[in-house]
């Protein structure tokens, strides 16, 4: 029998070297994530892939799984433990190699493969590790079966089976490429700038994006795990910055920027404005919805109000269905609403038929924004950008607050707004016009300015949002309303970055 996990190991030593160790914090709502060799080492991940089998197994599906990773110093040996742990546990792993996660999603469409396992962090910095995994394409694990996940490995509740096989995939991401570039080439003369951070997408996205006709300025598409500039991040003003300064620099028509694991894309318009993920989902709604009428659109609760309130959706008869923050979350409802696409700020973005297949890939989120370009031939993106009614948005920050008490800050901070709005107290000198609860607290005074607060799921985070169609006073203003109210909680810490 394979031994039960630990929760802590010492490093460096017989222990540490013959027990898994499996930190039960790293399982999160929609998939894990590990300080490796700190939260977990390698025998901690061959239990999780005896773990995996064991979950497919209970639930009916046939323990057959795409397994691919992302380019950090360590992923590969992840991998190799997780396949170690799946096979042990019966299963047949079919592995893509080197990849982006939207390579390993498809892999499941491509290879007839009900279930995916992609070793990735994404965009968390360096030392963490992680798994994205799903049982029913193309979604991927909420949080009851990362719950039963979790309480399988923890509690040792797997054994080994026999009929577990390996085979390589050689060649898979020509395959993916191959798919998303069978098309057309765009008739407009672009240049773009493809910015990679450094990270596993730079290995495919200027090949892809020349195959669809465009002319590219790579930046930091060379891969390197240390990330020598900035982590691969769409949302991190310093890779926001990078790409600004390189449309200014080339003269380029839009930058695209893709996280670590290029499930994920940021945009940049050709005057160097960095565009939010959400404002770029408002404007492919718009454009989308002309083709579309009467669609349906998911957005997370971190996302702009002009979803709610932008006269140009209305008239498209857009309907919007604001949901919890997550790819998980957000890829489930799009399919169960039958919707055409769903939005998250973070930059994950999911289209179904017949613009992707609903899952969330970085890619196919840059083809959609140049096909909004090509479609409108006598606009520029900022000219697109300037079509929306202005807003004065927050970037994603985040306050440091231990995975084991952050959801209880959240708890007791949405109390304390609740508690406001009951007694009529006042927040930024108005009303409390609403709060929104599904996913941690959304409080809107009365000219429509708001803030959030929720627990990050994937890191030992709070995240933190603010909006004003007002005013940046107002919304600079609510921020500091908000941090007030986060600062009555001692365990919440330094941000990564702020307004």
Wanted: with cysteine; hydrophobic share 40%.
């Amino acid at each position: 029998m394979f031994p039960k996990p630990s929760p802590e190991l010492v490093p460096n030593t017989y222990a540490y070297e013959s027990q898994p160790m499996v930190k039960p914090t790293g399982f999160r709502e929609y998939d894990a994530r590990w300080l490796f060799e700190k939260e977990i080492n390698l025998m901690g991940v061959q239990a999780l892939g005896l773990g995996l089998a064991q979950l497919l197994k209970e639930l009916s599906v046939p323990r057959e799984v795409v397994v691919g990773h992302d380019f950090r110093s360590y992923s590969a040996s992840i991998k190799l433990a997780l396949t170690a742990g799946l096979m042990a546990g019966g299963a047949k792993v079919r592995d893509i190699g080197l990849c982006i996660t939207p390579m390993a999603y498809f892999a499941q469409f491509a290879l007839d493969c009900p279930a995916v396992a992609m070793v990735t962090a994404s965009h968390n910095d360096n030392g963490w590790t992680g798994v994205k995994m799903g049982a029913a394409r193309p979604v991927t694990f909420g949080p009851e079966e990362m719950g039963r996940l979790r309480d399988i490995v923890i509690g040792g509740n797997y054994a080994p089976e026999p009929g577990g096989a390996y085979e390589f995939v050689p060649d898979f991401p020509a395959r993916y490429i191959a798919d998303l570039t069978s098309r057309p080439r765009y008739g407009r003369k672009m240049k773009v700038v493809a910015a990679c951070g450094n990270g596993t997408a730079g290995a495919f996205a200027p090949e892809l994006l020349e195959k669809l006709g465009v002319e590219v300025v790579p930046l930091d598409c060379d891969l390197d795990w240390t990330f020598p500039r900035y982590n691969a991040n769409p949302e991190d003003l310093h890779m926001l910055h990078a790409m600004a300064e390189a449309v200014t620099a080339s003269g380029a028509d839009v930058a695209l920027g893709f996280d670590g694991d290029g499930d994920r894309c940021g945009v940049v318009d050709n005057e160097g404005a960095e565009i939010f993920a959400d404002k770029i989902g408002v404007m492919l709604a718009r454009d989308l919805s002309k083709l579309h009428q009467g669609a349906t659109f998911v957005v997370d609760v971190k996302s702009t109000g002009l979803f709610a309130t932008d006269p140009a959706l209305a008239a498209n008869g857009v309907k919007v269905d604001f949901w919890k923050t997550g790819h998980s979350h957000i890829k489930r409802r799009v399919r169960d609403l039958k919707a055409l696409a769903g939005f998250e700020k973070s930059g994950h973005f999911f289209f179904n038929a017949p613009v992707g297949r609903g899952y969330d890939d970085g890619f196919v989120t840059a083809i959609a924004v140049l096909d909004m370009l090509e479609r409108n031939p006598a606009k520029s993106m900022a000219d697109l950008y300037r079509d929306l009614p202005k807003t004065f948005g927050s970037p994603t920050m985040s306050p440091h607050c231990p995975d084991e008490v952050k959801y209880g800050v959240a708890e007791a901070v949405t109390a304390r707004f609740q508690a406001m709005l009951m007694r009529g107290e006042r927040l930024i000198g108005q009303k409390i016009r609403d709060i929104v609860t599904v996913n941690g607290v959304r409080v809107t005074v009365e000219d429509g300015t708001w803030g959030l607060v929720r627990a990050s799921s994937n890191k030992p985070e709070l995240v933190v949002v603010v909006e004003s169609p007002a005013s940046e006073a107002n919304m600079r203003a609510m921020f500091a309303a908000v941090d007030r109210v986060l600062r009555e909680n001692p365990e919440v810490g330094a941000y990564n970055q702020t307004i």
